[in-house]
């Protein structure tokens, strides 16, 4: 199975890894990595096109700068035990080969272990649809008539563009010669000019700064409120996470993986705090949140003028026009994958003479055009289609903390000579990333339950018809008919709310 920012599924027809930044190239054996190289791969697999928005997204929560830098705070211990979680498991279990929806099956059975993947694919492919809207709202500073990156134009510049990806990974396309190297540098590159620009030229105001701290853009806001509304942006920039260890077996040392993992985290939290910080020094919260997306360009021209706007807009867009190629591979290969293991329709398991999975990709494609007229006609924009990838992804997180905790408490002697460091620290990383993966859980709101349920119970049918063509026993335990009850009537009331108008996309 992919992950989200991650490795090629395992076994699949693959020679790179995919993530939501790009495509790394395979090291083979005689290329392993040094502690550097580790942790400049790492980087790169995790920082993707979230940097560049996070600072109006966080703002348009109504957040003052404290409640931010508190969801930070936050954030930096849940996502680290996250992180430690994948890495143990990929150590503890490397019999399961499946990728991250393989924990939740070895842990809660066949059925959790469905929806893992069915939520894994679902937020892979909203990405792709995030991803357009935001691709297109870079490219309208440039050519106005894509509006935010949601109208007519945009929807239908975005299908050209998916198509086409799908017709070259039909073809057995994976990777572009340096799309790699492109991709790296329109991101990296306008992220480190904007820090060092905005310090070199003392565009950072620490009176705006101090106002921040105290003020947000919508004032009276109760600070817990204000600090659960910005959680869903600190998850979507570090979504991808669990593709930090995908590269531990290109280590030269196995003792430099988890170091590299921690530092490379380390590295990535600063700089997303830099930005965030930086950005609040530079405007007040009020004008951040009307920003237009991505926010760092409209930080940059308040800061240097056009050419920092320029120069932002310019790597967003190089940056996304090679992920959504990434992410067409991504979210083909996630269905596929699961078929292939037995856990989809035996379908979505077929490839073509090249090898590629055209069934999935191109059911895959059929339900990202569904959710681009969609954000057509709803005005749907880029931030509700990541809260809603990020929001999808949730269950496959907490999933997997969960069997790490019961493996932690129940299996101790499967620890030794598979991970440094005492047992009781590991059993706090994984009962603090069921903690967290709970709380931002809850802190997707109403909203957020509301669509994902929908989005979830289609699945129950594609579990049911993929265990009868196998002749296999379906929804016996109590646990998985509870999961299908509790699925099937959430989404029963959203729909009802949705037909009401008292929730709105």
Known sequence: MSNVNGAAPAGAASDMVVTGSGMLPEVDHHGKLGIFRLVASVITLIIGAGVFTLSGDQAAHGASGAAILTAWGISAVGVLCLVMTFFALSRIKPQLKGGIYSYATAGFGDFLGFNSAWGYWISALLCTVSFSALLFGALSYFFPIFGEGNNLASVIGASCLIWFYTFLVSRGVKEATGVNLVITISKFVPIFVAITAIIFFQKFDVDIFMANMSHGAADGMPFFEQVSGTMMVTIWVFLGIEGAVAISGRAKKDKDVGKATVIAFCCVLTIYLLVSTLSMGVMPLSDLAELSNPALAGVMEHAVGPWGATLINAGVVLSLVGAMLGYTVLSSECPYEAAAQGSFVKAFARVNKKGAPIVTLVVTNVIIEIFLIIMLFSDSTYQFFYALSAGMILLPYLLSAAYFAKVAFTEPESFKGKVGGPLIAWRVFSVLGVIYSVFLAWASGAVGVTLMSILYAPGILVYIKGKKERNQ??????????????????????????????VEI
């Open 473 to 502: 026993p379906f929804l016996q335990s109590t646990l998985d008919r509870v999961v299908t009850a509790i699925i099937l009537i959430a989404a029963v009331v959203s729909i009802v709310l949705l037909a009401t108008g008292m």
